[in-house]
């Protein structure tokens, strides 16, 4: 079985703080993916990232950088300088690299970011 | 880009109601999706469909229904409506490929059965 674990609920940050935003996950697949979502109070999710389990590179986007850590079964989402806009649900998921049904996400149950002006 | 629509943003109906809520996509994806989303659940899976006509069961299919009889399109079925099934509705697609493709998602419904 798959699992992703968002071990932070909500977090209120200053703006211009950093943040770091924890994503822990468990498989059993030896090929899978990541992936970072953002949902803003419209509702819409946003793809952010993938993240392919061969490749664990961290990434950095603008602002936004992921790092990636297989020996801990993690995949932590910084924002750097935060502003306003930033305030969202976030949320990590997996996907599994197996045939069959391997077109799930498993999602964690996400963490409410609140940038404070 | 990838264009995700869904028939209504709010929805209220009654309990026992039969309620269809439908998606369509633009960019010619062979997966969908239905999830619904819950305060302090996350984002849980209920049908997808991996081609026309197919579809498979997700983690919480009790109480719904699917139907894809076009490529673009995917309909959620609520049989009879119930309280607990007031919700946020999300849809959402991707392309068909051994890799990770990100999943497209749409609006959402939030849907209200009184």
């Known amino acids: 079985a798959q699992k992703v674990t968002q071990a932070q609920t909500e977090i209120s940050v200053v703006e211009k703080e950093d943040v770091t935003l924890d994503c822990v996950y468990e498989?059993?697949?030896?090929?899978?993916?990541l992936f970072w979502y953002k949902q803003p109070p419209s509702g819409e999710l946003v793809f952010l990232i993938r993240r392919n389990s061969f490749d664990e590179q961290n990434e950095i986007s603008g602002r936004y950088s992921w790092n990636f850590q297989k020996s801990t079964s993690s995949f932590n989402f910084t924002i750097t300088a935060s502003q306003v806009v930033d305030s969202a649900v976030y949320f990590c998921?997996?996907?599994?690299?197996?045939?069959?049904?391997?077109?799930?996400?498993?999602f964690g149950k996400g963490t409410l970011l609140t940038v404070n002006p | 880009d990838v264009k995700v629509t869904q028939s209504s943003r709010y929805l209220v109906k009654r309990t026992g109601e039969k309620v269809f809520l439908e998606c369509v996509q633009d960019m010619d994806h062979e997966n969908m999706f239905w999830y619904r989303q819950d305060p302090g659940l996350g984002l849980r899976l209920i049908y997808f469909s991996y081609d026309v006509k197919m579809k498979e069961k997700g983690d919480i299919p009790e109480g719904y229904s699917v139907s894809r009889e076009k490529k673009e399109r995917f309909s959620l079925i609520l049989e009879s409506a119930s309280t607990n099934q007031t919700s946020m509705y999300l849809c959402a697609s991707s392309l068909y490929q051994e890799e990770g493709n990100e999943q497209f998602f749409g609006p959402g419904t939030r849907l209200t059965v009184l």
């Open positions: 498989t059993r697949d030896t090929t899978y993916y």
């Open positions: 998921a997996l996907r599994g690299g197996s045939g069959g049904s391997n077109y799930k996400l498993t």
